[in-house]
């Protein structure tokens, strides 16, 4: 059944016109950087962009920190929130449980399908941000990765090598993947409430947005470590040397907790439901 | 096949389906007739486990559901509320999609099947176009394909000959001719009458969520005892018969007496030119409205005397 829903995502026009989109934005950015070489002061702006200027390899994590504020969410969002009421809307939620396939079945292989899509999303962005990055910024060819020579400076200033660069953009792929994981559930959960895929999906970017306020409210001080938003941007962390955990463990603490909640909570909706569409 | 117990579904405070018995046995056509809003799709989605019961027992080839689904449900073929697809996909992408999905998948001779089942229902298996491109016909034939994939000892079509046109409604006829002939029990949910009268061998009715109906088709279109006579001569037939004569239309007489060849005799000896003698028969249509009018009385139904007007000759 996974297999059958990851095809299904695969053969979705949309899914591909999403990550297209996605990766609009960055390759943009690219483009005025290189042209004007007018990089935000260092500090300011999405992170890692000030130093792109100087060095290339650091842009698919720049690209990553420009979709995943806003971009990213939301075309997890209109996936995960697609996952039931699309099917609902569509009349093939009813020939799929007579089929049948389990409920419970159905909602892990829509989680696992929007996981998929979350990953496949950071990967090309990263590529492509890696392939933009050379082409706009870089200075002459990439070095191996197995090179021990410095590649890079790390965000505190110590030198990284091509290695170490590759490998923490890895990790900091699987964190940003992770990262989705709340609003992901959450779409899901509201998609198996409505027949409604918009609905299910501006719920679930309400609720990201209302986080990202109340992050900037000082009032709401004692919810701030509660809030799904709170730690996205924390794959920084682990350009610092060395790494600094804290956040990055705290963050994916947070989103395996919203992700369990809200997806048994789904699970628990869906289970029992009159399917009349 | 299909066996219910005072199956009831309340939305609310709104009982859609009331105390329903239905009893379907092998091999046969059922016909579920009832008005729309009657409560027929409740009770199809009720017995696929779509929808759950308030009260009540349901049991599909023996096996209590929705609890025993997974075993009966991939020997059940169905098609609910008209057809559904994916519109972007070809109706052999949907099919193989669907056919992937789900327990007891049988990867070997997928291909095949699906394109047998296609030719099956009248649908081009090379057609590479989107089924958002098909007409509501091509759709209807798509969703019978899809029902029909897996062979299925149980058919449930709800609406089956919704969309399509004459020549397709003959087809899908023949279509069921066949699955019956080969064994196939078929539950067949419709509110044409004429579909039903022409294919079924039951008939159930609902109205109001109640079953008002339940019997075989020949029992229910049983003669009336009584006769219908066409004839240019109504006087003189009428006197003939002394007041045995019931009602008459135009050159129409229905007479209260089920002896034909004693009628054409009488009639004959007594000079009365005749079209037509033929015991009364009471139309599937005059049983579904005088059982749907008996229905506040519970036991109204099939054993409430027969309408005054007409039958078929």
């Known amino acids: ?277 | 096949m299909i066996r219910t117990h005072e199956l009831t579904k309340r939305f609310g405070r709104v009982t859609a389906v009331d105390r329903v018995d239905l009893d379907v046995r092998e091999g046969d056509v059922y016909g579920f007739l009832g008005a729309n809003g009657s409560g027929k799709t409740t009770t199809v989605r009720m017995l696929l486990g779509l929808v759950l019961a308030t009260s009540g027992t349901i049991e599909v080839m023996g096996r209590p559901m929705p609890r025993s689904g997974r075993s009966v449900l991939p020997q059940v073929g169905a098609l609910v509320e008209g057809p559904a697809a994916y519109p972007h996909l070809s109706g052999r992408a949907n099919l193989a999609l669907l056919e992937a999905a789900g327990r007891g998948t049988r990867r070997r001779g997928r291909r095949q099947r699906i394109a047998e089942t296609l030719a099956q229902v009248g649908l081009d298996p090379d057609d590479r176009r989107g089924v958002r491109t098909y007409s509501l016909g091509m759709r209807q034939r798509l969703g019978l394909a899809a029902a029909l994939l897996r062979r299925p000892r149980l058919l449930v079509l709800d609406e089956p000959t919704n969309g399509l046109d004459p020549h397709g409604i003959h087809e899908v006829r023949d279509l069921l001719a066949e699955l019956r002939a080969g064994g196939t029990t078929v539950f067949l949910s419709s509110h044409l009458l004429a579909e039903v009268e022409q294919v079924c061998s039951r008939v159930g009715v609902l109205d109001q969520g109640r079953l008002v109906v339940q019997d075989q088709l020949d029992a229910l279109r049983g003669p009336t005892g009584r006769t219908v006579v066409h004839t240019p001569d109504t006087d003189l037939a009428r006197s003939l018969l002394d007041g045995r004569e019931s009602a008459t239309s135009g050159q129409r007489l229905v007479v209260s007496d089920p002896d034909v060849p004693h009628l054409v005799h009488r009639l004959v000896a007594g000079g009365v030119r005749v079209h037509e003698v033929a015991p009364e028969r009471r139309t599937l249509e005059q049983v579904v409205l005088q059982a749907s009018a008996g229905a506040g009385d519970r036991h109204a139904g099939a054993a409430s005397p027969p309408a005054v007007e007409s039958g078929a000759s």
């Open chain 1, 1 to 277: 059944m996974i297999g059958v829903e990851i095809l299904k995502l695969l053969r979705r026009p949309r899914t591909w016109v999403a990550i297209a989109m996605l990766n609009a934005l960055p390759t943009l950015v690219a483009i005025l950087v290189s042209v004007t070489e007018v990089g935000p002061a260092p500090g300011t702006g999405p992170p890692f962009l000030s130093a792109v200027l100087t060095d290339a390899t650091l842009f698919p994590l720049a690209a990553l920190a420009i979709v995943l504020p806003l971009f990213l969410p939301i075309a997890v969002a209109v996936v995960a929130g697609e996952a039931i009421a699309g099917e609902a809307q569509t009349g093939t939620l009813r020939y799929l449980l007579v089929r049948p396939v389990g409920r419970a079945h159905l909602i892990l292989a829509k989680l696992v399908t929007v996981v998929v899509f979350v990953l496949l999303t950071v990967v090309i962005v990263a590529g492509v941000g890696y392939v933009v990055g050379q082409i706009f910024l870089g200075q002459g060819p990439a070095p191996p990765p197995a090179v021990t020579s410095v590649a890079s400076s790390s965000v505190s200033g110590t030198a990284l090598t091509g290695a170490e660069v590759a490998q923490r953009t890895a990790l900091a792929l699987g964190y940003v993947t992770l990262s989705m994981l709340g609003v992901a559930a959450l779409a899901l959960l509201l998609s198996t409430m409505t027949d409604s895929a918009i609905a299910a999906a501006l719920g679930a970017v309400g609720f990201l947005i209302a986080s990202t306020v109340l992050l900037g409210l000082d009032a709401a001080q004692a919810w701030h470590p509660w809030l799904p938003t709170r730690h996205w941007l924390a794959f920084v962390d682990l350009f610092r040397d060395p790494i600094l955990w804290d956040d990055v463990v705290r963050g994916v603490q947070l989103q395996l907790g919203y992700f369990v909640v809200f997806a048994l909570a789904a699970w628990a909706n869906f289970a029992t439901k009159d399917i009349t569409s």
